[in-house]
């Protein structure tokens, strides 16, 4: 069942005198459209902005920088309108309740999630609240379209996207996001918060010793007013050709929003209208990039109806397959050393900046999971821990899309020939250029087959193959053949 609702119009009723309002901020660093912050804004009862720092359903790794700047960009915002943000660390099942306690607060408000622990812990949070007589409101503001809305004739989840589509855009377009409050009443720090809450400093998220987040740095500003800029900016200037130049990871041609939109910066409701009204690009381009959208939404619907697509393959066939453990293979992989420009360019893209390119994590994923014959899970670990957008459901659904075990999945048969993506997606070798620059000196022609050049030419230190293309691809294919059922 889903969980309960209610609108921001009907909060005053819910208001209970001056016992102020908890805002629970998760994955939605953000004043504009959030729902659960205009419900307690609208309740006109003092209002509590909270953090609660959970090591259960933290990030880590790259997403835990961005985490950091984006709390500081939201306790910087928050501040504009007269409030604070609290922070706390710790479990929030016990938090939350206490906080609350402590408050005498009269609801405890969020805007959902729905990944398995963290639907498992607002459970848990809303039964506790309940039994303290805390009233508990959550909204619908990470997704489109909630994972039960969108059902077959017979009410059952879809399990192919392009049906999954379909049906959710017969239900039209979603609801207009909703404006930032133009000032938050702020309740004060509650006695006891002062024992429990921290700054954000304290959290430890940034690297120190060493502090790999140079690249990071250089590369992303986390924060709402950041993410908006990006927005306006993708639309008006980089939008035109999306439907096709989406494809190349040498052009500027995506919208590179992924990371706040995982944490909430921007709404997934904001891109889609600020995207479906904008003049200057072609038709073609905003229903392309509304797709994509659309594949976030679907990949939280999927886990939703299957948590257990967190660590088991969807089709079962694929838990016999004899995936091989191999060390030194993955450590040229997660380095960029494995021989092939392309694969290489992506992982130090990786490596550098927290984010790679849609076409190059379906290259170097299929080069894992097929070519070196190892699970999917370790390579979605691997990103787990370096995107800055690192996000269980995406990063999961798609894991599994192209290794083949997954809903929906791209044929295990189909390998991707890293050559031959190379030349097609990166045409000029501006790409593998810009992230292998020991390979800048050679001419198109050759760039994503270095072994081709002549001797001289082959720079030192690049690595040969670490499997060969045809090698690498019949082991994949007879393992996979081994399964059973394997079609
Ligand atoms: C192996 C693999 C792992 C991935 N892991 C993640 C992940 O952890 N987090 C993540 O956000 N995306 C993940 N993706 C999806 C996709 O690569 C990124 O969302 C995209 O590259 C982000 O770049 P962008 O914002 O410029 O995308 P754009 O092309 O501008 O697309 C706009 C938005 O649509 C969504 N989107 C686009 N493609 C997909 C997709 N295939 N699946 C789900 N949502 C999509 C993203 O939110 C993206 O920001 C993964 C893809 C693969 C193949």
Redesign the pocket.
């Given at each position: 069942m889903p969980p309960s609702s209610s609108s921001p119009a009907s909060a005053s009723a819910s208001a209970s005198g001056a016992a102020p309002v908890i805002v629970w901020f998760r994955d939605d660093l953000r004043l504009a459209d959030h729902p659960a912050l205009s419900h307690a804004v609208a309740s006109g009862a003092p209002v509590l902005c909270l953090f609660v720092h959970d090591p259960r359903t933290a990030p880590s790794g790259a997403a835990q920088w961005w985490l950091h700047g984006g709390l500081c960009a939201l306790r910087d915002d928050l501040s504009r309108m007269g409030a604070t943000l609290h922070v706390a660390h710790g479990d929030a099942t016990v938090l939350v309740p206490r906080l609350a306690q402590q408050a005498h607060a009269a609801q405890v408000v969020w805007n959902r999630r729905y990944d398995p622990q963290g639907r498992e812990t607002d459970t848990t949070i809303k039964a506790a609240l309940k039994q303290d007589g805390v009233a508990a409101h959550s909204f619908a503001a990470s997704v489109m379209h909630e994972p039960w809305t969108v059902r077959t004739r017979a009410g059952d989840a879809f399990r192919v996207y392009t049906a999954w589509w379909r049906a959710a855009r017969a239900m039209g377009d979603p609801p207009p996001p909703l404006p930032a409050p133009r000032r938050i009443g702020d309740a004060g720090m509650p006695d006891g918060w002062r024992a429990e809450c921290v700054g954000i400093d304290a959290l430890g998220l940034l690297p120190v010793a060493p502090d790999w987040a140079g690249g990071l740095r250089a590369t992303w500003h986390p924060g709402e007013a950041a993410a908006r800029a990006r927005l306006r900016e993708?639309v008006q200037d980089d939008m035109a050709g999306?439907a096709t130049a989406?494809d190349r990871p040498d052009l500027p041609a995506?919208?590179?929003?992924?990371p706040a939109?995982?944490f909430g910066h921007i709404s997934p409701r904001q891109?889609w209208h600020a995207v479906a009204c904008d003049g200057a690009a072609g038709a073609e381009d905003r229903a392309k990039?509304l797709a994509?959208?659309g594949?976030?939404d679907f990949?939280v619907s999927l886990l939703y109806e299957q948590p257990e697509l967190v660590r088991s393959n969807f089709r079962t066939e694929f838990d016999a397959m004899p995936w091989r453990d191999d060390a030194r293979d993955l450590h040229a992989w997660q380095q960029g050393r494995t021989g092939y420009p392309i694969v290489d360019a992506g992982m130090r893209q990786l490596w550098q900046t927290g984010?790679?390119?849609?076409r190059v994590?379906?290259i170097v994923?299929s080069f894992l999971t097929k070519h070196l014959l190892m699970d999917w899970r370790v390579?979605e670990g691997w990103?787990?821990d370096t995107?800055v957008?690192?996000?269980i459901a995406?990063?999961v659904?798609?894991?599994q899309?192209?290794a083949g075990c997954g809903v929906d999945a791209a044929p295990y048969f189909r390998v991707f020939n890293p050559v031959l993506q190379g030349k097609k997606f990166d045409p000029d070798g501006t790409y593998v250029r810009r992230w292998v620059p020991e390979l800048a000196h050679l001419p198109a022609s050759r760039i994503h087959c270095p072994w081709t050049c002549a001797p001289a030419e082959v720079p030192r230190g690049y690595p040969a193959p670490i499997v060969g293309l045809d090698e690498g691809r019949a082991r994949a294919l007879s393992a996979w053949r081994g399964l059973s059922g394997a079609t």
């Open positions: 993708f999306y989406r995506t919208s590179m929003l992924s939109l995982r891109a990039f994509e959208l594949w976030r990949a984010w790679m390119h849609n994590r379906m994923a390579g990103f787990r995107l957008d690192a996000d995406s990063n659904v798609n894991w899309w192209v």
